[in-house]
């Protein structure tokens, strides 16, 4: 058993962001055993008989959360994290990511690449992560390996495309299907409790109707998560509609290939319709907002709040590396700036996202997303602890908190101005994983105090 002592902060929905001061939080196997707010800590150490080594108490410049959830982020990009951001999306497929995404049927180089991804996002505070690899069967459960050794949550998507992509970087019609299912049943076979398998059509452009279908299929037999992309972009919108015959819009190509379900997500969704949205919400199907991508590749700035209007859950992506960087907070930064742009030209009682809607989508609204809120997202007794320290204090971060500050402007200042060395704790299912606020990256379980240099 583990107690932490301290600042909680947490969302139980959209409009409830909870700051419980002098809580106490005890984590048995993982789980959360009990939440007691304004708590006696020693008589509760007592009474569950917790020795001090068991014992973290925050700092007065720290607060405990829930840990970040990336909904949508592409692991062999990462290499491209900074560049090729002048073409928008079809022509930087071409230039720079398929290239790019083909390098990793090359085991050792993608075991570099996917190791770093995972390690820095964790650092991060990343401990939910959604993930595209590539149509490579072998690396993408390489992937799936080093999130579990690393300690991160994950879902692993090998992809999937067999049209309209260079003749170097596509499956063959036949193997395609087979690739994936064997990629399914060999990742659950593993059996690691973090990590699942997720069916991963690219997107519409690149994928047949027949091949759409397999995968729905697919996803149902073996209960596992769908993802893939939606119209982000309007030449985009416009070839994946030419593309599929009798089909009505981009979001019809999925209904009628029986992708949408409650457990798909759909990164982007900028350009949906009213009518689209209708359909979405029908189906249960999720959106990932990725508002650094949109803006990076100038596809163009998704209203969240309409679409969270229209009764979907949306959770936050960084989609490195359309978008440049692998940091949740990044995201919820750009989910600020792009709405309160939006709200430039809407009504006077247009709400434009604050800080406290991108916590809860960062946190609650990504584990909705994913549908994995019954497991994380938030502290109940019950869920697993997935969680953050975040210290604030001045001689260690980036910040400057002033003592009469309330809790609420710590916050808002954590998220406008945080990076990753105020993250100085990351808990997954009860493990800590990265310990003290330092550009060494200690990952316990890849054998202690190694630099990330020497891990690779
Ligand atoms: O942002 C994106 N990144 C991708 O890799 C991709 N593939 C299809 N559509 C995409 N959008």
Same mark, same amino acid.
């Given at each position: 058993?583990?107690?932490?002592?301290?600042?909680?902060?947490?969302?139980?929905?959209?409009?409830?962001?909870?700051?419980?001061?002098?809580?106490?939080?005890?984590?048995?196997?993982?789980?959360?055993?009990?939440?007691?707010?304004?708590?006696?800590?020693?008589?509760?150490?007592?009474?569950?008989?917790?020795?001090?080594?068991?014992?973290?108490?925050?700092?007065?410049?720290?607060?405990?959360?829930?840990?970040?959830?990336?909904?949508?982020?592409?692991?062999?990009?990462?290499?491209?994290?900074?560049?090729?951001?002048?073409?928008?999306?079809?022509? !930087?497929?071409?230039?720079?990511?398929? +290239?790019?995404?083909? %390098?990793?049927?090359?085991?050792?180089?993608?075991?570099?690449?996917?190791?770093?991804?995972?390690?820095?996002?964790?650092?991060?505070?990343?401990?939910?992560?959604?993930?595209?690899?590539?149509?490579?069967?072998?690396?993408?459960?390489?992937?799936?390996?080093?999130?579990?050794?690393?300690?991160?949550?994950?879902?692993?998507?090998?992809?999937?495309?067999?049209?309209?992509? +260079?003749?170097?970087?596509?499956?063959?019609?036949?193997?395609?299907?087979?690739?994936?299912?064997?990629?399914?049943?060999?990742?659950?076979?593993?059996?690691? /409790?973090?990590?699942? /398998?997720?069916?991963?059509?690219?997107?519409?452009?690149?994928?047949?109707?027949?091949?759409?279908?397999?995968?729905?299929?697919?996803?149902?037999?073996?209960?596992?998560?769908?993802?893939?992309?939606?119209?982000?972009?309007?030449?985009?919108?416009?070839?994946?509609?030419? *593309?599929?015959?009798?089909?009505?819009?981009?979001?019809?190509?999925?209904?009628?290939?029986?992708?949408?379900?409650?457990?798909?997500?759909?990164?982007?969704?900028?350009?949906?319709?009213?009518?689209?949205?209708?359909?979405?919400?029908?189906?249960?199907?999720?959106?990932?907002?990725?508002?650094?991508?949109?803006?990076?590749?100038?596809?163009?700035?998704?209203?969240?709040?309409?679409?969270?209007?229209?009764?979907?859950?949306?959770?936050?992506?960084?989609?490195?590396?359309?978008?440049?960087?692998?940091?949740?907070?990044?995201?919820?930064?750009?989910?600020?700036?792009?709405?309160?742009?939006?709200? *430039?030209?809407?009504?006077?009682?247009?709400?434009?996202?604050?800080? %406290?809607?991108?916590?809860?989508?960062?946190?609650?609204?990504?584990?909705?997303?994913?549908?994995?809120?019954?497991?994380?997202?938030?502290?109940?007794?019950?869920?697993?602890?997935?969680?953050?320290?975040?210290?604030?204090? +001045?001689?260690?971060?980036?910040?400057?908190? !002033?003592?009469?500050?309330?809790?609420?402007? %710590?916050?808002?200042? !954590?998220?406008?101005?945080?990076?990753? %060395?105020?993250?100085?704790?990351?808990?997954?299912?009860?493990?800590?994983?990265?310990?003290?606020?330092?550009?060494?990256?200690?990952?316990?379980?890849?054998?202690?105090?190694?630099?990330?240099?020497?891990?690779?």
């Amino acid at each position: 058993m583990k107690l932490f002592y301290g600042l909680v902060i947490h969302s139980k929905s959209i409009d409830d962001l909870c700051f419980l001061p002098n809580t106490v939080l005890i984590v048995d196997k993982g789980k959360i055993v009990c939440i007691q707010e304004n708590a006696d800590v020693n008589k509760v150490q007592q009474k569950h008989n917790i020795s001090s080594e068991n014992v973290v108490i925050l700092k007065e410049n720290e607060f405990l959360m829930p840990g970040m959830i990336d909904t949508h982020i592409h692991a062999p990009q990462y290499i491209n994290a900074g560049f090729g951001l002048e073409l928008p999306l079809l022509g !930087w497929l071409n230039k720079y990511t398929f +290239p790019t995404e083909a %390098r990793f049927s090359d085991l050792k180089f993608a075991n570099e690449v996917y190791t770093r991804v995972v390690a820095n996002t964790l650092i991060n505070g990343t401990t939910t992560a959604m993930y595209f690899a590539t149509i490579h069967k072998d690396s993408a459960l390489l992937l799936g390996d080093i999130a579990h050794q690393i300690g991160q949550r994950a879902f692993i998507g090998k992809v999937s495309m067999d049209q309209n992509s +260079p003749e170097y970087y596509i499956e063959e019609k036949g193997s395609a299907i087979k690739d994936i299912e064997e990629f399914i049943v060999s990742l659950q076979s593993k059996n690691y /409790p973090n990590i699942q /398998p997720a069916v991963t059509p690219r997107f519409a452009i690149t994928c047949s109707m027949n091949l759409m279908k397999t995968l729905s299929e697919l996803a149902s037999k073996y209960n596992v998560n769908i993802q893939t992309h939606v119209s982000e972009n309007p030449a985009e919108c416009e070839v994946a509609v030419s *593309l599929h015959e009798g089909c009505r819009d981009y979001v019809d190509i999925y209904a009628q290939a029986n992708l949408l379900t409650a457990k798909t997500i759909l990164a982007h969704g900028v350009y949906l319709s009213d009518k689209e949205l209708e359909v979405l919400h029908r189906y249960q199907t999720s959106i990932s907002h990725c508002p650094n991508s949109n803006c990076s590749i100038r596809s163009g700035m998704c209203d969240v709040r309409r679409l969270m209007e229209k009764g979907l859950r949306v959770g936050l992506g960084t989609d490195v590396s359309g978008g440049f960087s692998s940091s949740i907070l990044d995201a919820m930064r750009f989910a600020i700036t792009v709405s309160n742009i939006l709200s *430039l030209s809407k009504s006077e009682d247009y709400k434009p996202l604050n800080f %406290r809607d991108v916590f809860f989508m960062a946190t609650l609204g990504g584990a909705q997303a994913l549908g994995l809120d019954d497991k994380v997202g938030n502290f109940e007794i019950g869920k697993e602890f997935d969680a953050l320290v975040v210290n604030l204090a +001045p001689t260690d971060g980036n910040l400057e908190v !002033w003592p009469d500050e309330s809790i609420e402007n %710590r916050l808002s200042k !954590w998220i406008h101005l945080g990076d990753d %060395r105020s993250i100085s704790r990351v808990y997954v299912n009860g493990v800590e994983v990265k310990e003290g606020a330092s550009n060494t990256l200690r990952i316990k379980r890849l054998g202690s105090k190694r630099k990330l240099s020497e891990m690779v």
